[in-house]
Each structure stands twice: as C-alpha cells, then as structure tokens.
C-alpha cells in the first residue's frame, strides 16, 4: 500500500492546505464533548482531519477496532482501511468518497453543515471474520470557502444484507437522497414515515420493553401492539423487531 493509495480517500475537491487563525478557534470546543458523548453510547465514534488526512479522535468501542487499540487505529489513520476492509468494499468506499464530494459541491456553502452520508461496508473484526457496518458522516467544521475541515463519523451495525445502501440526509428534511451505483445518479425520495402509534411502540421496543408491558403502558391488548409490530416490519422490510431499531435509527426515524 502507497501513500498514494491513502490520498485516494482525500478528493482533490476538497483539500485543505492551512487553516486561518480565526478559523483554527473552531476546533477547541467540540473534542472534549465528542469524548463523553462516545462514554455514553454504543456506537463507535472517530473524527477526520481533512488537513492531517488522518484521525484526529478514535473512541475505544471495539467495533470499530478490528482488534487494535484506539491508539494504533489513530496511528495507521486511513491505512486501516487497507489492512481491514474487503477489496471489493474499499473500492466501494472509493466510490462513495467520489460520488458523496459530487454531491456536496451542490449544497450552498451555508447549508453544508446540515448533511449526513450513510452507507455499509464489510469491516474484517478481530477474529477474521467480516461484519457489515453502517458509517454516519457529519461535517464537524468548514474552511472559509466551505471544504469540509473535520467530520465526525459514528459507527453501527447494518440493519442491511449487503453493502452500499448510499444516502443523503438533510437535518429537518424528511427526503433521503439515495445514490443508485449502476446508474451512477443520485435520486431524492421521501422518507418512510410512521405512525405515531408505530413510533411509540418502536420507541418502547429500543427501551427493552416486553410485548405485555407496551400493551400495559400504552393502554391497548397485546395482540394490539403485535398488529402494529407486525405492520412496523412490512413498513421497514425487516424481519425482526432488532432489525426494525436498528433501521430506525440508520435512518433517522427515532
């Protein structure tokens, strides 16, 4: 593996060669609040530094890991990759990062903070054996003419079969931008939506309640909540109530 390889995931569209002192004052909040916030969830969290082409912040949830230390992940930077992604994945990330900075150079530069990619690829854990993982993308932080600066990034696992599943979420928007690969398009969509009944009983269900306790806390039989679950998973084409939560929140619906 080459630098030139690593440099592949750095589009030219969006490479930082310094930063102003103004600008430099951005970065000094934020780190210390990504830190608890990843001491307070399940997911894996790291952030990119566009300038450094490499991590800034790795939190030590071992999904994320593939059995090395937060340290080494941050020392490797984007050679991790290399070592524990599939080659057909990492050609897939490829085009992602390609098709994603596409999209971005479309938003306005006051909006670009308001957008999130999503996707799935196979991540080799430390026992060899691959798992599918879903990667949020934020921009954390913006240079003056608005190319992407920091980024958080949190990790979960997918809800999904395969990889890809590439789309675009705006904050407040309830309309997903789905990239379709064999047509190399984007293509907006609205959002699935669900009923406020769906909606608490999901909420309940990612809460550990049982079937019987929904039914007592919301006041309905359980065979009520078991229609509403069965028609939740129609909606979401999941087959399981595990499924349904993690769908849910890959795709901001709770």
């Known amino acids: 593996?080459?630098?030139?390889?690593?440099?592949?995931?750095?589009?030219?569209?969006?490479?930082?060669?310094?930063?102003?002192?103004?600008?430099?004052?951005?970065?000094?909040?934020?780190?210390?609040s990504i830190k608890a916030f990843s001491r307070a969830t399940y997911t894996s969290i790291y952030v990119i530094d566009y300038i450094k082409q490499g991590f800034e912040y790795v939190s030590d949830n071992p999904l994320f890991l593939s059995g090395n230390t937060p340290e080494q992940v941050l020392d490797m930077g984007y050679a991790f990759y290399f070592k524990n992604v599939p080659e057909k994945d990492l050609q897939l990330l490829l085009k992602i990062n390609d098709a994603g900075f596409s999209f971005y150079e479309t938003i306005p530069l006051e909006n670009r903070l308001e957008y999130t990619i999503s996707y799935d690829f196979h991540l080799i854990n430390k026992e060899g054996n691959k798992i599918l993982i879903n990667q949020k993308l934020t921009p954390l932080l913006l240079n003056k003419e608005g190319k992407i600066w920091k980024a958080i990034c949190l990790i979960s696992l997918s809800s999904e079969k395969e990889a890809g599943n590439i789309k675009i979420y705006r904050n407040g928007e309830n309309k997903v931008y789905h990239y379709r690969l064999e047509?190399?398009?984007?293509?907006?969509?609205?959002?699935?939506?669900?009923?406020?009944?769906?909606?608490?009983?999901?909420?309940?269900?990612?809460?550990?309640?049982?079937?019987?306790?929904?039914?007592?806390?919301?006041?309905?039989?359980?065979?009520?909540?078991?229609?509403?679950?069965?028609?939740?998973?129609?909606?979401?084409?999941?087959?399981?109530?595990?499924?349904?939560?993690?769908?849910?929140?890959?795709?901001?619906?709770?």
């Not at 939506?193 to 990612?206: D, F, G, Q, V």
């Not at 229609?227 to 890959?250: D, P």
């Open 1 to 32: 593996m080459s630098k030139d390889d690593v440099n592949s995931f750095f589009d030219h569209r969006n490479i930082i060669n310094d930063i102003s002192e103004e600008e430099s004052q951005q970065k000094f909040s934020y780190l210390d």
């Open 183 to 254: 047509r190399d398009i984007w293509e907006a969509e609205q959002k699935v939506t669900l009923s406020k009944r769906e909606l608490e009983i999901l909420r309940l269900c990612a809460r550990g309640f049982t079937i019987n306790e929904i039914a007592e806390t919301i006041f309905v039989s359980p065979d009520t909540v078991k229609f509403h679950r069965r028609k939740l998973f129609e909606r979401l084409e999941v087959g399981n109530i595990t499924e349904a939560i993690s769908y849910a929140v890959n795709n901001k619906l709770i």
